[in-house]
């Protein structure tokens, strides 16, 4: 099943879409995704109804792109980690900081959720000098997690499937770091793909709560990246069960993968400019630049070149007054 939200208002109208994502309903069995996933389980089975009777009919009207919020629009909690131990251990190596072991527990920060920038829109930022970077991910969205859950049954409560850009402050990020109280300047509203998906919908490629699939990262017409998602070291029963260690997690929360990496970097690209930037210097190269005014940003997983779930083009904006 492929839901997305129609823009309006600040939560958005839930629209349930065909398989081929041309077509869409408004979804009857609840008016947002949010009101949705807080009672999921008796929301979800006429959600789905209503989607094989989009696919069986025909019905619907077209679905434009330039009408779709994020997929959910604001939420309860977002949460982000660091599951590819290849990102880390990329620019430990460059960098000269001790490496994560495979035996620590996930890295995992708190972000901005009462707000996700919808792939349509501009991203706005106030100085270049700020280091503007993507970060490309894979997310997750839970109904109710009940404190203390166990991995393997968190992976139960992964009801939908997203594309993440969490957008990154470099500039900031290592003073933040340094305070030790977490990131605020360094971490800008992420962008949520418009459309997400239930697990089934990606059949055998979502296995031991893992995406296994490839994230293309698209940097103008230069194709920067294109790193497996199968290659988390944490899988999303772990980092939910982590995220939920001492505290319940209520239906919307987004739990993201961290930069999608792989160990190949060299040969796949990265999920980052950073991760980039990291290679540039372990191989004697000029460092890649970071993001510029009226760049591009375009993210996609895909499954043998076909697209699974699209992340439009996103333009960049710098000290732009409304």
């Known amino acids: 099943m492929r839901l997305a939200s129609l823009r309006e208002g600040r ?22 995704l949010q009101s949705a996933l807080d009672d999921w389980t008796s929301v979800e089975p006429e959600l789905r109804k209503q989607a094989e009777e989009l ?8 679905v434009d792109p330039a009408k779709l919020d994020a997929a959910l629009p604001r939420g309860f909690q977002f949460l982000d980690a660091s599951a590819f131990l290849a990102h880390n251990h990329i620019l430990a190596e460059a960098w000269g900081f001790e490496k994560r072991r495979e035996d ?21 930022f ?19 997690v009940p404190m203390g859950t166990t991995p393997n049954a968190a992976l139960a409560h992964v009801q939908l499937i997203v594309v993440i850009n969490d957008w990154s402050l470099r500039a900031f990020g290592p003073g933040e770091m340094k305070g030790g109280f977490g990131f605020i300047h360094a971490k800008p509203p992420s962008t949520l793909s418009a459309v997400a998906v239930t697990p089934d ?10 995406v296994h699939l490839t994230l293309e990262i698209w940097r103008g017409e230069e194709c920067f990246g294109r790193p497996s998602g199968g290659a988390m070291h944490f899988h999303f029963g772990e980092l939910i069960a982590h995220a939920a260690r ?25 999920g980052c400019i950073a991760e980039r930037r990291a290679l540039d210097s372990l191989s004697g190269r000029p460092a890649t630049a970071y993001l510029s005014d009226g760049e591009q940003v375009r993210l996609c997983l ?9 992340m439009p083009a996103q333009t960049i904006r710098i000290n732009v007054s409304d």
């Open 246 to 270: 001492t505290r319940d997690l209520y239906p919307g929360t987004v739990i993201g993968s961290g930069t999608v990496s792989n160990y190949d970097a060299e040969r796949v690209g990265s």
């Open 302 to 310: 895909t499954e043998d070149g076909v697209t699974v779930v699209d």
């Open 55 to 62: 696919e069986a009919s025909k019905a619907g009207f077209a």
């Open 126 to 144: 106030p100085d270049a000098a700020h280091e503007i970077d993507f970060e490309a991910e894979i997310g997750v969205i839970t109904d109710f």
């Open 11 to 32: 939560d958005g109208r839930l629209l349930i879409l065909s398989r081929d994502m041309a077509r869409a309903e408004l979804a009857r069995a609840a008016l947002t």
């Open 104 to 124: 620590e527990p996930p890295l995992m920060y708190q972000g901005i959720s009462h707000r996700y920038l919808a792939p349509v829109e501009e991203v706005r």
């Open 201 to 210: 919908e990606l059949g055998d490629a979502w296995q031991d709560g893992r």
